[in-house]
């Protein structure tokens, strides 16, 4: 029997109800209620600024991501971000996650396991200290480690494509 092509567009993948599981059995109409219900219940728009401030506050601080940026506009990186979570979230329009902007953006480094690591860590230290809501704090952090190893893979490619070799870690070989 041939496979079914899901009744919506993979939405769902934004929110991990319990873990990222299959939703096939959802429609169009449910996975939009639980897009909608993950952004009002994790604060919205409010919530999604706050976490991109905190964040950047961090990163500016750290002894390990701030080399990646060329620029250290702080406040211009958590603008940037929150307007991603906005516009995936808040619109529901899961484009942005495949915005070539933002992967010109990852491109231009090699992002290491332990700057992913780190990026995680602080994002999620981010979270905690605006008390974000659970589960979907716990959920969007799910996707986030799902994203962030998504955006290691767009610096390796790139990596590789301007001749670039390394370790399985990122570390220069």
């Known amino acids: 029997m ?8 993979g939405k769902v993948l934004l929110v991990a109800d319990q873990g990222v599981k299959p939703a096939e059995h959802m429609t169009a109409s449910e996975v939009d209620a639980k897009v909608d219900d993950f952004y009002t219940g994790i604060g919205g728009a409010a919530f999604f600024r706050a976490l991109a401030t905190r964040f950047y506050e961090l990163v500016s601080k750290d002894d390990l991501l701030p080399a990646l ?7 211009r990186h958590a603008d940037r971000l929150a307007e991603h979570y906005l516009r995936i979230y808040g619109e529901n329009d899961l484009t942005a996650a495949w915005d070539p902007r933002m ?11 332990d700057h992913r690591l780190r990026w995680l860590a602080l994002m999620r230290e981010a979270g905690t ?6 589960p979907y704090f716990t959920e969007f952090m799910t996707i986030m480690k799902i994203a962030s190893g998504e955006m290691m893979a767009v610096s390796r490619g790139a990596a590789i494509a301007r001749g670039q070799r390394f370790h399985w870690d990122g570390s220069p070989r």
């Open 2 to 9: 041939p496979s079914q092509v899901p009744a919506h567009d």
């Open 69 to 75: 940026f060329p620029v250290h506009d702080w406040t």
């Open 129 to 134: 200290s605006l008390a974000a809501p659970e």
């Open 103 to 113: 992967h010109q953006a990852h491109a231009h480094m090699l992002i290491s396991r």
